[in-house]
Structures are given as structure tokens and as C-alpha cells.
């Protein structure tokens, strides 16, 4: 049942007599042009459903699941700053809607209040759309809202649109996958087609870097689309691409393609230009760009690429890729090749090269990499199934336009786990695989390591094929409450050494009444010294009752700043049932904020999914409580109390240890920004529970709560 208002039929007879009479003066707006034969194939063959219902003017209702930019966040404090149905997808609805005659235009079913339903109010057949949409969402909240509210109403098209925050956050490309594509088969599964898109590119003082560091999203999200049968369009590629008339100069070719994106796309306001969210010409011009994409495809490429990426020996600093460009259009092209960063790991070493090519020539490059220093895998960045993604800005006498080329790993690759592990005992195993991408055999050893053991072995991979390779690692005896530290696997073959690396958290299940020592989080990057077992600075504790669970915090020697924001707790939970917590899903977060003075805290309201995925249901926050105190030794004490009723997914007390939550306790100290003056949250000033290095949201990187008053001594493991 759709869940729109209803307009009185004398007011819908009264709007259709008005509408008639503006379409006989001549007033309204002309209607779209018929369907070209190709655009009609290409619409049969991505949307069949949605073209069906869009010939028959029936009701069509959208879904979009994005970011601030779907959102519509305009920098500056913009009087229009959310008005949803500005932004590039409701400009690209309102295309379909003309063209196929929906009279009624696009309508906003849940608008924020203030804000209209419809920008163009008109009657007849129309297209309704929900706004998904939050500032500051990675791929994971989509989850939070297609396992709640997304189908209240039956839903035909579902847009999909992150990368910029993913990028930016501890979500790696290969868990931005698996999410992205469980999204799209919940949509696919709801009855919705599905438009994935690339997100758009963002700038500022090293565009280079941000614009390199969200491609290889794009690309993974094009991936995911072709495998699901659904429609890709990049709205990277589209926010590069413009006309040119003169041969660029190699030194300005870069900077002038950057200016160019810039002035189409951003606002310039003082005191500081916004380069990540789009100005409101932007949204209209890549609304435009994004509805021309899907009634008439990405237009044609002046060349073709395909390359080679040479991965480095150990310890080198510097790679190499090899790459192959050809002209495949029939005049000359001159033009210049601009180098993006691959990922946030590596960056071009020299300057843009310039190029004149005949019709169908080949040119051969080699394009040089240095090391990020910062990176913390030391440079290295992990293939996707033997594919590296490679970036360039190519301005010629043409145009100028974005090409992303899956780059082959050379010679030899790793595919890592990217998962969690609950209850482990004595040791842990997985599989990881070793690719030879060469045209030859490959043999030779390889040697893994992980907190102090060592397992190593023969290899021998056929050309172009995968060896699998199953480690088994001891859980730490020596660590109290959790550690994290590098995996390292080392390949030896033909001579040469590579490394490659993964991240593995270890963490003793937690229990009832247990007092936890929290870890300073700059104290717990990998191989850091004291093993990530905390101090006595931050102390948690867990209590339950067949009524409520209390989460406690004591924090002692730690001087507070006065007033109402002196701490922040961040509690983030899975509570879906023991049977699925071994799946990977959307973990929930209850926030408060507390002063330093005894009495009650701030609770952030608590949105749907707040106890983990499957959650949908809306929840009272007067029945949730936070409060400071101060015990008798002059420890102040933080707690959270959650009604049991709020667990209502999980079977709860029990006396087996199955009866567990996955969980994680953030605490941070409110300090001053040196630079602004204001009050902040830093995480250079907080305490965890686990800090895995995923994302907060991903529920695999939680710890174990056993509700039980004795652990039972397993382990939770997270590989990523």
C-alpha cells in the first residue's frame, strides 16, 4: 500500500481543469520527446520493469541512498542547504518524468519540515521518491535503512551513491563491496531495479590525491553493478569530462582541468570554498549528465588502455606501472596524460606527459610511483582479485575526461580475508590466495607471520592461476583483553621478495561484572608497544539484569573540562541473534554526552538499527538513561542503561555463553582545537574497548559481550 497523502477528489478534478487550460494557452511546458529506437533498447535491456510502468504512466516510486552530496548539503549555511529535491537525482527524475509525460513531476514523500513536496506543484502522473540520503554516510548505513524503512512503499528504482566518506573512513575496497552488494540484492529482492553510481570527484589544495583516492570505489561500485545485472554511471567521469578547443600545454594541462571542475562544480564563497560538496549549478549539471547516461549510454572514449602494475620487492619505496594507450578515433590527438594517485598509497613521481597520436597508434608509457609516506602498510596497497585501479586525467584538442584502468598486480597478488571470527578457542584459521599473474609458472616459498609465529611453505602457481593458502595461528597467551597487530606474508619467487600485509585484531571475550581496562587509541596502532592491554585510566564494566543493561565507565586521573560536554561515550552494539552474529551486518550506536558535574547526560536521539541491524522498530529515549557520578574515592563514573525491552531481537540472560552482544565502548575527553578555540572530540583523546581499524558501523569489528558472569575464554578474531 503506498503511504502518500491523498489530495480530495473536487481538488484534484479543480488542479486537472487548471492544468488543461494552461496546456490550451499554451503555458505549460512542452511535452518530452519520444523515446529514440536505441534509447528504448538500451532502457529494455538495464530497467525492463521501470520502463514498462514509465510507458504506462503508472505511479513510480525512487529510493536514494547516498551521502551529503545526494542530501543536498550546500556549503556556507545555505538558506536551501537539504531542500532534497535539488539535488542531481531529483534534476534527473524530473527528465524522466518529462520525457515521459508524468505530468505531475517528482514529489518528495517525507520531506523535512519546511521544505516543499514538490518544487513545481502540478497534477496528473507523477514520480515519488524517498530520501534516503545522510551527511556523512558510508555504504554500511545503507543497510541500517533497507533492513527498516526503505520499503514502506513498494519501491522501482533504488539509486545507490557513496565512495566520497568510504574513501575517507576505515572501509576498505573490498569490504565497500561486499556491503554495496548485499545492498543491491536487498533493493533487487524488494522488486526495485537498481542505478549504482560512481561517486562524483572532490578537490582542493592536492586534487590529485582526492580525486585518486575515491576511483578505486567507483570502480569496485562498477563492478558490483555489472555483476548484479544493474545500471553503472559515474558521476566521477562526468564531473571531469569537458569539451576542449587547443592543444593543452603540459604544464597547465592538470591545473586547467582542475580549474574547470572547479568552477563547474563548487562553490568559491569566502572564507573557505567547499570542493567536496557540490554547488547548485553542480547538481543541476551532473543531474543532466547522469539522465543523458541512462536514456543514451557514456559516450565513446577517444582511447583505450590497459596496463600493468609492477608491484615492488620489499622495502622498496618506489613502483612502476606499465601502460598501454591507443587512439582509437581516426584524426590525430594530441594531448596531455595526468597521473592520479593510486588509492591514498601511491603517488605519480614525475610530471605529466604529453602525447601526439595517428589514428589507431599505440603508445607504450612507463609511469613511475613513489611511496605515501603516511600510508601505515608502508606504501603498499592490497590488489582486488589481482587488479589494481589505476587513474588519469587525459586533457587533449578534444575534450578532457576521467580514464580508470584495472592495472594487473605483477607478477603475483594476495587476496586477503576481510572478515570477522566469534568463538575461537585455541587457534584461529583462514585462507588467503596467491595470485600469479604472469604468463608462466611461478614457484618459490612464502613465509607469514603473525604476533611471534611463523608458517611458511612451498609455492608453485600455474601462469594465470591462483594457489590457495590456509594459515592457523595460536591465539596470544600472553595478552590479557586484545591486541593488534600486522600479518605479514612473504613471497619469494624468481629471486625477488614481495610483501604483502594485513591487519589482524585479536580480544578475549568479555562477561558481566568484569572490569575492563580501555586502551588509549594511539597506544593501540599495530606492533605498538604494550600490546593494546589499556591502563587504568579508563576502566569499563557490564552489568544486566532481567530489566536493563548498564554500561559504566570510570575515568580517573584525567582532568575534565568544565560544563556540559566534558565526555562522550559512544556505545556500539549488535544485538541481532546468536545465529546470524557471525554475519556480517550494520552495528548500532547509543551516544551520550556527559559534563563533568554528577547528573544526568545528553542521549543523542536514537535512530532506527540502533541496536544493530534488524532493529526497526522506533524507540522511546525517555526510557533510556545516562547519568554521571562520583564514587565515594572521587572516580567519576559514566553510565548508559538500555531497557532490556529494547533488545528485543535477542534471546538474552542465559546460563551459556551463546547469549552474547557484540560490542565496542568508545570514550573521548572533550579538549580545545588549537587552531579554531572551539570544544571538540578528538580521537587522539579517547579510549576503546577493541579499535579493530573498521569502520564503526561494520559489525565485524566489534568485540564479545557474553551476558554471563564468567567469560568462557574465546576469542573474537577480525582480519582486514
Known amino acids: 500500500m503506498w503511504k502518500i497523502v491523498n489530495r480530495s477528489i473536487a481538488h484534484t478534478f479543480l488542479f486537472a481543469l487548471f492544468s488543461c487550460l494552461l496546456v490550451c494557452a499554451g503555458v505549460q511546458s512542452a511535452p518530452g520527446q519520444e523515446l529514440e529506437a536505441k534509447q528504448r533498447e538500451r532502457l529494455a535491456v538495464a530497467t525492463p520493469k521501470l520502463l514498462a510502468k514509465l510507458e504506462q504512466h503508472a505511479p513510480i516510486h525512487v529510493i536514494v541512498l547516498g551521502d551529503s552530496v545526494s542530501n543536498y548539503f550546500l556549503p556556507g549555511g545555505a538558506e536551501d542547504s537539504e531542500v532534497f529535491l535539488k539535488a542531481y537525482h531529483s534534476e534527473f527524475l524530473r527528465r524522466l518524468a518529462d520525457r515521459f509525460f508524468y505530468t505531475g513531476g517528482v514529489r518528495d514523500i517525507k520531506p523535512r519540515k519546511g521544505d516543499p513536496e514538490n518544487l513545481f506543484p502540478s497534477v496528473g502522473p507523477e514520480i515519488t521518491v524517498h530520501n534516503l540520503a545522510r551527511n556523512g554516510a558510508v555504504v554500511l548505513q545503507a543497510l541500517q535503512w533497507l533492513t527498516t524503512d526503505a520499503f514502506d512503499n513498494p519501491s522501482d528504482l533504488a539509486i545507490i551513491n557513496f565512495g566520497i566518506n568510504d574513501a575517507g573512513s576505515q572501509l576498505g575496497t573490498v569490504r565497500y563491496s561486499q556491503i554495496l552488494n548485499r545492498c543491491v540484492q536487498l533493493c533487487m529482492g524488494a522488486g526495485a531495479e537498481v542505478l549504482v553510481l560512481g561517486c562524483s570527484v572532490e578537490s582542493g589544495a592536492d586534487p590529485r590525491f582526492l580525486v585518486g583516492a575515491t576511483r578505486p570505489y567507483a570502480m569496485a561500485a562498477k563492478r558490483v553493478a555489472e555483476a548484479n545485472g544493474s545500471t553503472f554511471i559515474d558521476l566521477g567521469d562526468a564531473s571531469v569530462r569537458a569539451p576542449r578547443q587547443k592543444v593543452p600545454k603540459r604544464d597547465d594541462a592538470f591545473s586547467s582541468a582542475v580549474r574547470t571542475l572547479e568552477t563547474t562544480l563548487f562553490s568559491h564563497d569566502p572564507p573557505a570554498p567547499d570542493k567536496v560538496h557540490l554547488a547548485a549549478r553542480g547538481h543541476r549539471l551532473l543531474g543532466r549528465a547522469l539522465a543523458d547516461r541512462f536514456f543514451d549510454g557514456v559516450p565513446e ?41 593510486i588509492g591514498q598509497s601511491w603517488r605519480p613521481a614525475e610530471q605529466d606527459l604529453a602525447f601526439t597520436l595517428a589514428p589507431s597508434a599505440t603508445l607504450d608509457i612507463k609511469v613511475p610511483y613513489n611511496a605515501v609516506d603516511d600510508d601505515p602498510f608502508d606504501g603498499r596497497i592490497s590488489p582486488f ?20 584502468v584495472d592495472s594487473v598486480c605483477y607478477p603475483v597478488s594476495v587476496d586477503w580475508p576481510v572478515r570477522g571470527m566469534i568463538e575461537i578457542r585455541d587457534q584461529f584459521s583462514f585462507t588467503g590466495t596467491v595470485r600469479n599473474n604472469t604468463r608462466e609458472s611461478l614457484s618459490g616459498r612464502y613465509r607469514a607471520e603473525w604476533h611471534g609465529q611463523v608458517q611458511q611453505g612451498e609455492l608453485l602457481v600455474g601462469a594465470n592461476e591462483k594457489q590457495a593458502l590456509t594459515f592457523t595461528f595460536k591465539v596470544p597467551e600472553d595478552v590479557d583483553y586484545r591486541v593488534k597487530e600486522s600479518l605479514t606474508l612473504e613471497v619469494t619467487a624468481g629471486g625477488k621478495n614481495y610483501r604483502f600485509h594485513s591487519l589482524v585484531e585479536a580480544s578475549r571475550a568479555f562477561s558481566l561484572n568484569q572490569r575492563i581496562p580501555l586502551v588509549h587509541r594511539t597506544d593501540y596502532l599495530p606492533n605498538a608497544t604494550g600490546g593494546g592491554d589499556g591502563t587504568d585510566t579508563a576502566i ?18 584525567k582532568p575534565l573540562v568544565s560544563g556540559p560536554g566534558a ?26 554526552i556527559y559534563g563533568a558535574s554528577d547528573g544526568p547526560a545528553d542521549i543523542k536521539k536514537l535512530t532506527q538499527a540502533a541496536f544493530g541491524e534488524g532493529y526497526d522498530r522506533d524507540l522511546d529515549m525517555a526510557y533510556v538513561k545516562a547519568f554521571t557520578s562520583t564514587r565515594s574515592d572521587g572516580v567519576k563514573r559514566f553510565t548508559i542503561e538500555d531497557p532490556r525491552a529494547y533488545f528485543y531481537l535477542h534471546e538474552w540472560l542465559s546460563s551459556s555463553a551463546e547469549s552474547n552482544l557484540g560490542v565496542n565502548l568508545v570514550v573521548t575527553l572533550q579538549t580545545t ?15 576503546a574497548l577493541v579499535d579493530s581499524g573498521v569502520h564503526r558501523d561494520d559489525s565485524d569489528g566489534l568485540g564479545t559481550l557474553e551476558l554471563v558472569d564468567q567469560a568462557s575464554g574465546r576469542w573474537t578474531i577480525r582480519i582486514h
Open 301 to 341: 572514449r577517444g582511447y583505450e588502455m590497459s596496463a600493468i602494475f609492477h608491484y615492488p620487492q620489499k622495502d622498496e619505496k618506489q613502483a612502476a606501472l606499465s601502460l598501454r594507450l591507443v587512439n582509437r578515433s581516426d584524426k590525430e590527438r594530441s594531448g596531455v596524460l595526468c597521473p592520479l594517485t
Open 385 to 404: 582479485h589481482g587488479i589494481i585501479t589505476t587513474s588519469f586525467v587525459i586533457v587533449d584538442q578534444v575534450e578532457q575526461r576521467l580514464y580508470d
Open 673 to 687: 582545537d588549537p587552531e579554531t578555540g572551539q570544544p571538540v572530540f578528538l580521537p587522539e583523546n579517547s579510549f
Open 567 to 592: 565526555v562522550r561515550v559512544d556505545f556500539t552494539l549488535d544485538a541481532r541473534p546468536f545465529s546470524v552474529r557471525d554475519e556480517p551486518g550494520y552495528a548500532g550506536t547509543v551516544s551520550a
Open 540 to 557: 569499563a564494566e557490564f552489568q544486566a539484569s532481567e530489566r536493563a543493561l548498564l554500561v559504566i565507565v570510570d575515568l580517573k586521573d
